[in-house]
Nanobody, 124 residues
């Protein structure tokens, strides 16, 4: 079974930073676009960022533009998301997910491979 392992979540104060990591288990990221999704209690899962496999094009939700940065290191087979200027509304479980090549799918159903998620809590 193909899946991801996320790490880097935790508790941080408003304005703080965290870096999430996402590593696949059982495959390489060479041909996989990787997205970060988040889900807060009582809310739908939303895609916050994505990076393609072809040209490393990146995409961000309006709510995180200018604060979050997604990147990939194919040599380490890892995708990262640097989260700066964190706000209480960023509190959620963050999961990474994969789909072939491009970040075209926006909805969770468009992604085939998932991790178990990591909790990010931002205190006010």
């Amino acid at each position: 079974q193909l899946w991801f392992v996320e790490s880097g979540g935790g508790l941080v104060q408003t304005g703080g930073s965290l870096r999430l990591s996402c590593r696949p288990s059982g495959f390489t990221l060479d041909y996989t676009a990787v997205a970060w999704f988040r889900q807060a209690p009582g809310k739908e899962r939303e895609r916050v960022s994505c990076i393609s496999s072809s040209d490393n094009s990146t995409f961000y939700a309006d709510s995180v533009k200018g604060r979050f940065t997604i990147s990939r290191d194919n040599a380490k087979n890892t995708v990262y998301m640097q989260m700066d200027s964190l706000k209480p509304e960023d509190t959620a479980v963050y999961s990474c997910a994969g789909t072939p090549y491009y970040c075209t799918p926006y909805a969770p159903l468009g992604y085939d491979y998932w991790g178990q998620g990591t909790q990010v809590t931002v205190s006010s």
